[in-house]
């Protein structure tokens, strides 16, 4: 009768729980959880003074306090001022860069200008913008706009300039106008050069609302950001800092989704993973 040796079994180590919860926990949020853990040590031990930094504790008691409070409604004054400049200012940035891509005759007309603008910070439209316009919502979705204009018209026009010169020329043998081949061809064969100048752009569209609110608002992110600087309250800045942060990262994940279902036809490189 034959009997087989059953192999011994190892023992079941005590890291494999903690193995398995790194495992399905996303790495993206691994440096943010060391960071605020550091940070609630040291507070707590004294070594960075809690008026100066708050401990991340304190951070979500204030952030519990201003989200019962008035919280939703400054998001919601910046989120309605940041999407309509971004509207304005991608939508001549698209129209633009595709005609400036399209001919050389108007990029030399046109693109000098633009450069030359593209280097004056966005604070700088600030007091102009409030002389021309006032401190209504005017002259902050100009400033908006202004600033989500340039890396979507960079983009736009690099875009257009690499497209394929076979669709070009299909599309002039089936006698296809201006208009309709930059719909048709241009515009859908810039696509992965527009969708990184449109995040491109909503970021600046982030920076330039917090600019406006900063000088002149009375409700938005970058009000409540002046609001605890006034007070010397630490926690109030670093909170209106973080919705700042996380209303960047929502929408330009939307944005990002967005591109990847309406490029779902390229065939590119998306990246080696590195093998334990």
């Known amino acids: 009768m034959n009997t087989r ?3 011994l079994k190892r023992p079941a180590s005590v890291w494999q729980p903690a193995r398995r919860l790194v495992r399905f926990t996303p790495v993206g949020v691994l440096l943010p959880l060391t960071f605020i853990l550091l940070l609630e040590l040291s507070v707590y031990s004294g070594w960075i003074p809690a008026y100066l930094m708050p401990a991340p504790s304190a951070l979500v008691l204030t952030f519990h306090e201003l989200a019962a409070g008035p919280l939703w409604s400054h998001i919601l ?14 939508g001549l940035a698209i129209l633009l860069g595709t005609l400036v891509g399209m001919s050389r005759r108007l990029e030399a007309y046109l693109d000098p200008t633009f450069q030359a603008l593209r280097a004056v910070p966005g604070l700088a439209w600030v007091p102009l913008l409030l002389i021309w316009l006032g401190i209504d919502e005017v002259s902050k979705v100009t400033l908006i706009a202004i600033g989500s204009f340039f890396p979507v018209y960079m983009n736009m026009v690099a875009g257009v300039r690499n497209v394929d010169r076979k669709l070009v020329e299909v599309g002039a043998q089936l006698g296809f106008c201006q208009a309709t081949l930059m719909r048709r061809i ?7 050069y527009l969708f990184t100048g449109l995040r491109n752009g909503l970021s600046m569209a982030w920076l330039c609302v917090v600019a406006a609110e900063l000088l002149a608002a009375t409700e938005g992110i970058g009000y ?3 609001d605890g600087r006034e007070v010397s309250r630490p926690d109030l800045v670093l909170t209106a800092i973080i919705t700042l942060a996380l209303m960047g990262k929502l929408t330009d994940s939307l944005l990002k989704h967005a591109e990847k279902r309406m490029l779902r036809w390229r065939d590119s490189f998306s990246g080696q993973e590195q093998k334990p």
């Open 5 to 7: 040796v059953q192999p």
């Open 224 to 226: 409540l950001l002046t």
């Open 77 to 90: 004054a910046s989120s309605q001022r940041v999407l309509l400049g971004f509207a304005i200012g991608s």
């Open 186 to 192: 241009m515009v859908p064969a810039a696509l992965p």
